[in-house]
T-cell receptor
Framework: DTGVSQDPRHKITKRGQNVTFRCDPI?????LYWYRQTLGQGPEFLTY????????KSRLLSDRFSAERPKGSFSTLEIQRTEQGDSAMYLC???????????????FGPGTRLTVT | DAKTTQPPSMDCAEGRAANLPCNHS???????VYWYRQIHSQGPQYIIH???NNETNEMASLIITEDRKSSTLILPHATLRDTAVYYC????????????????FGQGTILTVHP
């Protein structure tokens, strides 16, 4: 399968613990995005990378959240000191920016469902 | 990004065309209309996008009105597997800058295809 993959698919953690999620984008995609989705809502943008550079962060991304894409390939999203309000589906997407005029679609992974107890 | 308005839910009979409307009256000249769908427990899936002209691909057709203030996604022969939440999103084209990457999802339209 050459799609976007995410690991783990499900994570249950206790409040106050740290968690880390991994996203592997489609090979050669230079843009990678993180979104969060709560029940009954559409996904909300968190942050995105072009290659290894983090170009935009949402105000939703509190200082407990950090994302990295060290070599411009896979990415990790870490949540420190988890809270019950962090329970959500965390979605990763990737895309390929060809040139300044091109428009492009994002391909999403299956998501990581986080439950904080 | 321009705001979009979609009906919260729609029904369609299997084999019939599903026509999903979207209003985007504040769309600006460089903004594209994108459609994604999300089947239960999966990540969103790209369907189609357009700027001014109508577009068609293997999944759907996109009809954009001449004033670009609304559009309709058409699934020509809906199947049970088309049951999903459909999101209409307006976003700038990739003409540079760093803020054109994200998608701003609304609540979408829940399409239920009945046997």
């Amino acid at each position: 399968d050459t799609g976007v993959s995410q690991d783990p698919r499900h994570k249950i953690t206790k409040r106050g613990q740290n968690v880390t999620f991994r996203c592997d984008p489609i090979s050669e995609h230079n843009r990678l995005y993180w979104y969060r989705q709560t029940l009954g809502q559409g996904p909300e943008f968190l942050t995105y990378f072009q290659n290894e550079a983090q170009l935009e962060k949402s105000r939703l991304l509190s200082d407990r959240f950090s994302a990295e894409r060290p070599k411009g390939s896979f990415s990790t999203l870490e949540i420190q000191r988890t809270e019950q309000g962090d329970s959500a589906m965390y979605l990763c997407a990737s895309s390929f920016k060809r040139d300044r005029r091109s428009s492009y679609e994002q391909y999403f992974g299956p998501g990581t469902r986080l439950t904080v107890t | 990004d321009a705001k979009t308005t979609q009906p919260p839910s729609m029904d369609c009979a299997e084999g019939r065309a599903a026509n999903l409307p979207c209003n985007h009256s504040t769309i600006s000249g460089n903004e594209y209309v994108y459609w994604y769908r999300q089947i239960h427990s999966q990540g969103p899936q790209y369907i189609i996008h357009g700027l001014k002209n109508n577009e068609t691909n293997e999944m759907a057709s996109l009809i954009i009105t001449e004033d670009r203030k609304s559009s309709t996604l058409i699934l020509p022969h809906a199947t049970l597997r088309d049951t999903a939440v459909y999101y209409c999103i307006v976003r700038p084209g990739t003409t540079g800058g760093t803020s054109y990457g994200k998608l701003t999802f609304g609540q979408g339209t829940i399409l239920t295809v009945h046997p």
